[in-house]
């Protein structure tokens, strides 16, 4: 004899607060009543938002995940740093960017026009320094981006 099918169990409005509370949480960390954890015990959850973008429109959804990367967004804040009225650049930065980009020229003017002296060690050697260079130019404009960063959270939690 086959078994009448069951019905699933039905919700109180207690239950049914208590996972609405949860995906609230779940979306703004900040809005969790106290005890709740942001993330549910089966796992985390994807908001909706992410998930109806991406099944109507993947460029604009892509475009939105390119836009979030670290890299991108640093150099958004470091082109922001440049064109902020109120921002004044650390000594650092004042002088040492220019300074890496002088020396990047340099190097490219030496190995080329006035030191060409061993023809296979010269280009080697060129592009090591311009790495070199290189590293410290991402250096001094990351680090200026996070003091640039720090102001900019000041300025809000200020109100100004």
Do not use: C, K, W
Request: proline share 11%; glycine share 4%.
């Amino acid at each position: 004899m086959p078994e009448p099918l069951s019905e699933p169990p039905i919700e109180t409005t207690e239950e049914r607060l208590r996972r609405l509370e949860l995906a609230v949480a779940t979306m703004h960390p900040g809005l969790a009543p106290d005890g709740y954890s942001p993330v549910p015990p089966n796992g985390p959850v994807i908001p909706l938002s992410l998930l109806a973008n991406a099944a109507v429109d993947p460029v604009s959804a892509r475009r939105r995940l390119i836009g979030e990367l670290p890299i991108l967004r640093e150099i958004r804040l470091v082109v922001r740093m440049y064109l902020d009225p109120r921002y004044r650049l650390s000594r650092v930065a004042q002088l040492g960017v220019p300074a890496l980009i002088v020396l990047a020229v340099l190097n490219y003017t030496a190995f080329n026009f006035i030191l060409p002296i061993i023809p296979f060690l010269s280009p080697i050697t060129e592009r090591l320094i311009l790495l070199i260079v290189g590293a410290a130019f991402a250096v001094v404009l990351s680090r200026e981006a996070l003091r640039y960063q720090a102001v900019l959270d000041y300025l809000a939690r200020a109100g100004r």
